[in-house]
């Protein structure tokens, strides 16, 4: 069988499988004891990003420990702010941040032009991924979405309130609306270049939409990711790649898809599967949306949860089984075990 026979690309050309293809987000990361054992050899995780063949290793964990359907390149959505010397690190215990985050009009005026080289260990980890995955199992490229990515460089790291950022957009939006347009422009370049090193289909992730109204998510976040959507299926390489956009919780129901050109539409858990099921039927490929939190609950409230997902997504062309958002690092491998042969059963 070849990658393109296999369940999670005929998924997401709409084409029906026996079972649905599995796989999920953050699958390789701080969860496994496996990972948490390299993760310890290095004090700095994006030091860990920069090395291609532990990464590559990194990427088959979960492969491994599950029999996943998809494989997710091992890197992280900042490796593309920081090649514009924002100076990303990761402090123990506190998640990513950056050193200087933008912080007025003329840091945005004067940013290094974006040189898609500078991400090299990332195109490295993409070959050396291909190189030791079974043959037909497809890998999934991805990136931040622009808006996601700009809210990230403002803050400087994650927060509950991104009030920095809030307070930007509203006293220098040409300047955000610049800055989207740059990273656009390189999210392009990066994905145009994972592809070319390999990989088989590619995920948009917009993780912070949710801090939005619905008048600023259409004109910070959608908009901005459809003119990356247009540039990959404009683009000779890239054209005929698949793409998923995930979008977190924004306002406005995503299963209204507000994106032309794309293929597959990754649920947040707090979208109505149902309606979803119902909105999208032979148009588009759905992935998701179990709540990441029922992995924290007893054998048999996972089994029922995911039954009920099974159940509503029977016969539906383009099913891709996955979490609602990523997988916290307290839940138990076990549990995902649990999952998996619940689905597959
Ligand atoms: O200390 C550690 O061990 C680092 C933990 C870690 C890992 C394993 C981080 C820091 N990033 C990653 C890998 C990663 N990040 C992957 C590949 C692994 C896989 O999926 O199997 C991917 C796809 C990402 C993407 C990512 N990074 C997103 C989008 C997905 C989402 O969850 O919404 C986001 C928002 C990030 C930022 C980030 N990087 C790391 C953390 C802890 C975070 C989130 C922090 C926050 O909530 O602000």
């Given at each position: 069988m070849s990658v393109n026979e296999s369940s999670f690309l005929s998924a997401l050309n709409l084409e029906p499988t026996s079972k649905p293809p599995i796989w999920l987000m953050?699958?390789?990361?701080?969860?496994l004891p496996e990972y948490q054992i390299i993760r310890k050899n290095y004090k700095n995780f994006l030091d860990m990003c920069k090395e291609p063949i532990t990464c590559a290793e990194l990427a088959l964990q979960p492969i491994e420990r599950y029999e996943l359907d998809a494989s997710i390149l091992f890197s992280d959505i900042l490796t593309v702010p920081d090649a514009f010397n924002l100076g990303l690190y990761f402090a123990e215990g506190e998640g990513p941040r950056f050193q200087n985050p933008i912080s007025s009009k003329k840091h945005v005026d004067d940013l290094n032009k974006f040189d898609v080289n500078d991400l090299s260990y990332v195109f490295k980890t993409v070959e050396e991924t291909k190189k030791i995955l079974p043959h037909n199992l497809p890998l999934i490229g991805f990136c931040g979405s622009p808006w996601t990515l700009v809210a990230y460089s403002i803050e400087g790291s994650g927060s509950k309130t991104f009030h920095k950022t809030k307070k930007f957009m509203i006293e220098n939006e040409a300047s955000i609306l610049k800055l989207l347009e740059v990273y656009t422009n390189a999210c392009f370049e990066y994905l145009k270049q994972q592809v070319m090193s390999g990989v088989n289909a590619l995920q948009i992730f917009d993780s912070w939409a949710d801090l939005l109204d619905a008048s600023q998510l259409r004109k910070f976040s959608f908009s901005y990711t459809q003119k990356l959507i247009d540039l990959l299926k404009h683009d000779?390489?890239?054209?005929d790649i698949p793409l998923i956009v995930f979008e977190k919780n924004?306002?406005?129901?995503?299963?209204?898809?507000?994106?032309?050109?794309?293929?597959c539409l990754s649920l947040?858990?707090?979208?109505n599967l149902k309606n979803s099921r119902d909105k999208l039927l032979n148009k588009y490929a759905i992935q998701g949306n179990l709540d990441p939190k029922i992995l924290l609950l007893s054998e048999k409230e996972i089994i029922t949860e995911v039954r009920k997902i099974c159940n509503t997504m029977q016969d539906y062309p383009g099913y891709v089984f996955n979490l609602g958002h990523g997988i916290t690092?307290?839940?138990?491998?076990e549990n995902i075990k649990l999952m998996i042969k619940a689905i597959r059963d």
């Open positions: 953050r699958q390789a990361g701080r969860y000779e390489i890239t054209k924004p306002i406005l129901p995503f299963s209204d898809n507000p994106f032309k050109n794309i293929q947040h858990f707090t979208e690092p307290d839940i138990n491998p």
